[in-house]
């Protein structure tokens, strides 16, 4: 199975901070990689498919790059609704793993 | 408006049976993939099962394999999921999902 994983596994910022995730591939996914952002209590929402393609109705302060094994997510300007768990998930392969999750925390 | 509603979740003790239901509207289910993904209690996401849009290619979680079963009814745009010899490790969030959304999910606790 390909092994996602996800730095960090938590992160504190401030409201309009700049903040970036990275998601590791244990091995080549070319760019079949999705984003999701959780928040409390909630199901999981769709943010980014094909490594960079922002779903509809996504904000840009959503943005994200990568291939190979290698993956970003950045949030621009970060506002009290942006807090959440994000993970990303391959699925170049089956199982379609996800990463552990990063938790992004008000400072 | 895009939405998909879980319904069949609860309490069943270890070995037993349930069926979940996802009633989609607001797109094309035909054209689309469907799947399963859980969440434990406290913990991340887990991909369960992905199902094509003609229903001949399902997969499955090695951890679910010979015990759940994904179809699909395309004419009542509905996903299922039928779980059966369940365990205590099962017990989860239960979210269906597509590339146009995620249900609200249901739970299913597996205890005696």
């Known amino acids: 199975d390909i092994q996602m994983t996800q730095s960090p596994s938590s992160l504190s910022a401030s409201v309009g901070d700049r903040v970036t995730i990275t998601c590791r591939a244990s091995?080549?996914?070319?760019?079949?990689l999705s984003w999701f952002q959780q928040k409390p209590g909630k199901s999981p929402k769709s943010l980014i498919y094909?490594?960079?393609s922002l779903h509809s109705g996504v904000p840009s302060k959503f943005s994200a790059s990568g291939s190979g094994t290698d993956f970003t997510l950045t949030i621009s300007s970060l506002q009290p609704e942006d807090f959440a768990t994000y993970y990303c998930?391959?699925?170049?392969?089956?199982?379609?793993?996800f990463g552990q999750g990063t938790k992004l925390e008000i400072k | 408006e895009v939405q998909l509603v879980e319904s069949g979740g609860g309490l069943v003790q270890p070995g037993g049976s349930l069926r979940l239901s996802c009633i989609t509207s607001?797109?094309?289910?035909?054209?689309?993939?469907m799947g399963w993904v859980r969440q434990a209690p406290g913990k991340g996401l887990e991909w369960v099962a992905n199902?094509?849009?003609?229903?001949?290619?399902?997969y499955y979680v090695d951890s679910v394999k010979g015990r759940f079963t994904i179809s699909r009814d395309n004419a009542k745009n509905s996903l299922y999921l039928q779980m059966n010899s369940l365990r205590a490790d099962d017990t989860a969030v239960y979210y269906c999902?597509?590339?146009?959304?995620w249900g609200q999910g249901t739970l299913v606790t597996v205890s005696s």
């Open positions: 999902t597509s590339f146009r959304g």
């Open positions: 607001g797109f094309t289910f035909s054209n689309y993939w």
């Open positions: 199902i094509k849009q003609d229903g001949r290619e399902r």
């Open positions: 091995q080549d996914i070319s760019n079949y």
């Open positions: 094909a490594a960079s």
């Open positions: 998930q391959q699925y170049n392969t089956y199982p379609h793993t």
